[in-house]
């Protein structure tokens, strides 16, 4: 069997956003809103931030995706989210966690769990330490940061099994997984992590990718492949994080077929979980 071309993918996906405009509605938390909403509309879909109870079963009825990121959480919200779930699993929406900070204190630990028994998750999209929290293993977080996990490629491996979906552990190599495949996305930049945002704007352009392309394990190895060059590209302008964040929105919105096909240095291996 021929290897699949990944930037080939990434690639078409992105054509197909670009030409679609898709929807994506995203509850999410305010620290990075502007940031995600922007990151959206430069790769090429289109953003709406709602999150009020009134609303949310109407919004998503229109959208390609929805987006729930924890980051920022209050009670209402929560219901939102799981309001918002709901009727995105009816709709046949795909649904995208980024489930922020999860095992850094009981309400955020309890919300994740919530929405993961209520609603169906496509694709989780989190750090090392959170997907090890939800899978079960060894992890140290402070606050929101990930300061340590041994597996993040297990830790990937076991929340796709748990949600039947994909998940995504994300670092210095993005490791992505679905029950029968695992893919190492080696794209990125140091910069990314010195910025505020840039795990929920990986988030949003799950939810872009996923609105377009059927296979979620496909979606987010695209999405991460596409930031990661993105993020590649905005360090050779920049002169540190101040100018980084500006020119990684450029980068995003300058992306390319041939620069992904150019760039993208991804690998997928199939697995076996017991």
């Known amino acids: 069997m021929r290897e699949l071309d990944l930037g080939a993918v990434t690639a078409d996906a992105l054509a197909e956003i670009r030409d ?27 953003p709406v931030m709602a999150h009020a109870i009134g609303e949310v079963r109407e919004m998503v009825r229109h959208a390609g995706a929805l987006v729930l990121n924890i980051g920022t959480l209050e009670p209402a919200w929560i219901e939102a989210m799981l309001a918002a779930g709901s009727e995105a699993n009816e709709r046949g929406v795909p649904v995208v966690l980024d489930p922020v900070g999860v095992g850094a204190t009981t309400l955020r630990t309890d919300a994740v769990e919530a929405i993961l028994a209520a609603v169906r998750v496509d694709v989780v999209r989190g750090n090392a330490a959170e997907l090890s929290a939800i899978a079960g293993l060894a992890a140290e977080i402070r606050g929101v940061d990930s ?13 796709a099994r748990r ?20 893919a190492r996305v080696e794209n990125g930049h140091p910069l990314m992590g010195a910025i505020t945002g840039s795990g929920c704007m990986a988030t949003a ?24 060059i993105a993020g590649e590209i905005a360090a050779e302008r920049s002169a540190g994080p101040g ?32």
Request: glycine share 8%.
């Open 147 to 159: 300061i340590s996990a041994d597996a993040p490629d297990v830790a990937a491996r076991i929340v």
């Open 20 to 46: 679609r405009h898709p929807l994506i509605h995203q509850i999410t938390n305010y620290v990075v809103m502007n940031d995600t909403a922007n990151v959206t509309l430069h790769i090429g879909a289109s």
């Open 243 to 274: 100018t980084f964040r500006q020119q990684l929105m450029d980068a995003v919105y300058g992306l390319d077929g041939d620069v992904i096909r150019a760039r993208a240095r991804a690998t997928i291996t199939p697995v076996t979980l017991a």
């Open 163 to 182: 949600t039947g979906g994909a998940a995504v552990a994300s670092g210095v190599i993005d490791h992505v997984a679905d029950g029968t495949r695992a």
């Open 205 to 228: 352009l799950v939810g872009a990718f996923r609105a377009v392309q059927a296979d979620p394990f496909l979606a987010a190895t695209a999405a991460m492949i596409a930031f990661g």
